[in-house]
């Protein structure tokens, strides 16, 4: 079955940096998309960003295009979330997930990790 364990959120100021982890136990994992979600307090889940099973497409949402990069390492089983930037409207719990090619999660959800964003 499936596994994800994020890691990597924090507490930064406004105009600062994250790099987020996302460690999937998953079998075949280079085949799966993969996309990090958020959600914040009150609000529906919401799509980040997306990789293709081998790196080479990406994909983000247009309130974090230009300061948000999405990386995965096939052979360690990782994604990556490198969020520079950033902004006080970025506080959220961060998922990582499978997604399909809608840019819609495919897979169990993990405990998510938390990013702050103080003004």
């Known amino acids: 079955q499936v596994r994800l364990v994020e890691s990597g959120g924090g507490l930064v100021q406004a105009g600062g940096s994250l790099r987020l982890s996302c460690a999937a136990s998953l079998r075949a994992f280079s085949v799966y998309n993969m996309g990090w979600f958020r959600q914040a307090p009150g609000n529906e889940r919401e799509f980040v960003a997306t990789i293709s099973p081998g790196g080479g497409s990406t994909g983000y949402a247009d309130s974090v295009k230009g300061r948000f990069t999405i990386s995965r390492d096939n052979a360690k089983n990782m994604v990556y979330l490198q969020m520079n930037s950033l902004k006080p409207e970025d506080t959220a719990v961060y998922y990582c997930?499978?997604?399909?090619?809608?840019?819609?999660?495919?897979?169990?959800w993990g405990q998510g990790t938390q990013v702050i964003v103080s003004s």
């Open positions: 997930n499978s997604n399909d090619q809608n840019r819609r999660p495919t897979g169990s």
